[in-house]
Structure formats: structure tokens, C-alpha cells
């Protein structure tokens, strides 16, 4: 009978081929199970965690395998040949058994390879698996939001059509992605479930809005009265500024009044706004437009504070200027014993002796009919600002023993 003959032999075959076969498979077949697991782990895991680059170290594993794979098929298809043939195969135990070894290194190093990541590769695949579930899960729920929203008395709030956009778009992009790109299935599914939360939350939330408008409008109502109230101060402060010191005391402050009235005005504007979108039962309108008066009051607060304090701090200056300046010694003697308490006189000892030629300068300033009270104080303020930083740098530097 012409060809191989496999199973059974006649006298004088040869059985070498079949065990050869026989034990190159066995080592092949195994090396190749163990290799398909960890590489459909692995692709599991570039899909889902991306981050954790698992496919970095699985790389140089499956050349192996390939390599060992392919001295299986070409060693086999020479049996194959030699078995048909009749021909010889030089060294042919001693090749089979390296080509063994060669499989069963690669089929080690895959189970080396799995049992080091096992619990982040078994995570993937379980997670990868669970991806039609996921799915199913948050496109039915997204449905059953969608179909509340659309019927609900509150889908023509702004937050509840924002969110049904979203649940929308995501649903969409849920469709196009292909279903067997399952990290991006998952990544659009996690991002439809999380619309369809915020949905469900502008839903839950509508009702409250008119009651929250109100209490807005009341609020703003009283606040923007108080505003105009301390607004009328800061006329008459700003008169004493210019008549009490120096002209550049308050040169910075010369448009706050009309800037505070300009914020006033536009509070008002917005107010008056929310107040209409509140009679046409459009609450959420209302609610921004208050949250734009109250910036607005925040600003004109400012403005109006900034001369009223100003007053305040010049006139106490001018009443004991020597108060502020030793408070900002006090401040330097501190620092000049930290330095000799921690060793670093020789290294910041004359950087603060050279603050108490600062602080006689600054005291020697005033002068004058008017002195320049303000830019005394900023002057302090500079120098109180440099001696804290010598002070932060000192302490994070080691001390010096003697």
C-alpha cells in the first residue's frame, strides 16, 4: 500500500515516526492550550485596562511560542516527508527531543508569565465577559429613564433636556461601536449608565426647583437692599481718604464707587430677570440669573470694602504708626533666633540684619504734612512677606551643630 501508514504495523515498519509525532503533539498541543489562554487574557486586558500594559510583557512570551511553534511544523513535515519517503533523518531523536524541550520552555514561560499577573488577567477576562451584560443593563435602564423623561411635566427644564441630550448621543454612540471592541463598548456603556443617572437625578430634582427659585428671589431681594445700604458709605469714605492723606493713598480707588454702582445696577438686572422667569414657571433660569445677581453683589461688596477699609487701617495707622512697625520686629527677632538657634547666622544672620536697616527707612518715611501713610504700610507688609520667607526656608533646612 502506497503512503504512510499510522495505528497499526506491518513487519519491518519503523515506529519511531509515530512516537516522535506522538511526542512532539503532546508537547505542542500543550504549549499551545496554555499559550491561547494567556493571550486571549492578555488581549482582555489591553481592551478593559489599557493602563496596566499588560501586552508589553506578553509580547516577548508569544514570540517564543511562534518560534517553538515553528520548529514543531518544520520538524514535523520532515517526518512526514522521511516517513513517506522512506529517507533518513540525521541526529532525527535528538532533534525531536530539542524541539520537546524547545515547547515545553515556551509552554514554562506562559505559565510563568499568567501566574505573575494571574489576578489582573483573570480580572480582564471576567470583566471582558461581562461586557453583553453591561450592555443589556444600561441600555434598557437608559430606555426606561428616556421614556420618564420624555412624558414628564419637567422635559422642557434646561437640566432635564441637557441630560436626555446626553443619554441620547451616548445611546448613539453605543449603536456605531463594533460589539466585538469591547473596551470601547464598556467605556460607552459606563458613560451611557452615567447620563442616564444624571437623568434620573435632574428628574428627581425638577420638582424642587420653583420652591429653590422663590427662596432665591427672596434672598437676593434682601441682599441686594443691604449692598445699597453699605454702598452709601463708601462716598463719604472715599471724601475722608482724599481729605485726611495723601492723594495716592487712595489713587487705586478712585472708580470704585461708580464700578460697585455699575455691579448694583446689573444685580438688579438679573434680578428683575429671574423674577419674570419665575412668573412664566421657568425656575431654572431664574435660579441662574440670581446665581449672576449675587456675583455681581460680590463685586460691588468688594469694591465698597476696599475704601471703607482702607479708611479704617490709614487712620489707625496715623494714630500709632510705631504699633504696626514693632509688630514687624517682633516678627524679625524671631527669625534672627530661629537662624541662631538652628546654626545659619553665618548664612542668614546678615540678610535679616539687613530688614532692620529696611524697617528705620520705612519709619523715617513719614513725613510731612500728609505722609504717605499707604505706602508705609505696604512697605511693612513687603518686608513682613520677606522675613516669613527666610523663615520657611530656614526651617526646611537642616540645622548646623557647632
Not at 519709619?363 to 508705609?376: E, I, K, M, V
Amino acid at each position: 500500500m502506497a503512503g504512510r501508514r499510522r495505528g497499526w504495523f506491518r513487519s519491518g515498519e519503523d515506529p519511531w515516526f509515530e512516537q516522535a509525532r506522538s511526542a512532539l503533539t503532546t508537547a505542542f498541543l500543550d504549549m499551545d492550550r496554555r499559550q491561547s489562554a494567556a493571550d486571549a487574557a492578555t488581549i482582555a486586558s489591553e481592551e478593559i485596562f489599557p493602563e496596566r500594559e499588560l501586552g508589553r510583557g506578553w509580547a516577548p512570551v508569544r514570540e517564543q511560542c511562534y518560534a517553538a511553534g515553528e520548529a514543531y511544523l518544520a520538524l514535523t513535515a520532515e517526518i512526514e516527508q522521511a516517513e513517506q519517503s522512506g529517507g533518513r533523518i540525521p541526529g532525527r531523536q535528538d532533534r525531536a527531543d530539542a524541539v520537546v524541550r524547545q515547547l515545553q520552555a515556551a509552554a514554562q514561560e506562559v505559565d510563568r508569565f499568567y501566574h505573575r499577573d494571574r489576578a489582573r488577567l483573570d480580572e480582564a477576562v471576567a470583566v471582558h465577559r461581562t461586557v453583553p451584560d453591561l450592555v443589556a443593563q444600561v441600555t434598557a435602564e437608559a430606555a426606561r429613564v428616556r421614556g420618564q423623561a420624555a412624558e414628564s411635566e419637567y422635559a422642557a427644564y434646561p437640566s432635564v433636556r441637557a441630560a436626555a441630550t446626553r443619554v441620547d448621543e451616548a445611546m448613539v454612540t453605543l449603536e456605531v461601536v463594533p460589539a466585538e471592541e469591547r473596551g470601547r463598548v464598556r467605556a460607552v456603556a459606563n458613560q451611557l449608565g452615567a447620563a442616564t443617572t444624571e437623568l434620573s437625578e435632574a428628574l428627581a430634582q425638577a420638582p424642587s426647583r420653583e420652591g429653590a427659585a422663590r427662596n432665591a428671589l427672596a434672598s437676593v431681594t434682601t441682599r441686594i437692599a443691604a449692598v445699597r445700604t453699605r454702598a452709601e458709605r463708601l462716598g463719604p469714605a472715599y471724601s475722608a481718604l482724599l481729605r485726611e492723606f495723601n492723594a495716592a493713598s487712595s489713587a487705586d480707588l478712585a472708580e470704585n464707587e461708580r464700578a460697585s454702582q455699575r455691579h448694583i445696577t446689573a444685580a438688579e438686572a438679573a434680578l428683575a430677570g429671574a423674577r419674570a422667569a419665575a412668573a412664566e414657571h421657568n425656575p431654572e433660569p431664574a435660579l441662574d440669573l440670581t446665581t449672576t445677581a449675587r456675583g455681581h453683589l460680590a463685586d460691588a461688596e468688594q469694591l465698597v470694602d476696599a475704601v471703607t477699609k482702607r479708611l479704617t487701617e490709614l487712620r489707625a495707622v496715623r494714630d500709632d504708626p510705631r504699633e504696626r512697625a514693632e509688630a514687624v520686629r517682633f516678627r524679625l527677632r524671631d527669625a534672627q533666633m530661629l537662624a541662631v538657634s538652628r546654626g545659619l547666622v553665618a548664612e542668614w544672620g546678615s540678610v535679616l540684619d539687613a530688614q532692620v536697616e529696611r524697617l528705620d527707612r520705612v519709619a523715617a518715611s513719614l513725613t510731612g504734612r500728609h505722609p504717605d501713610y499707604w505706602a508705609y504700610v505696604n512697605e511693612l507688609d513687603t518686608i513682613t512677606e520677606f522675613i516669613a520667607g527666610v523663615v520657611e526656608r530656614m526651617r526646611r533646612q537642616p540645622g548646623q551643630r557647632g
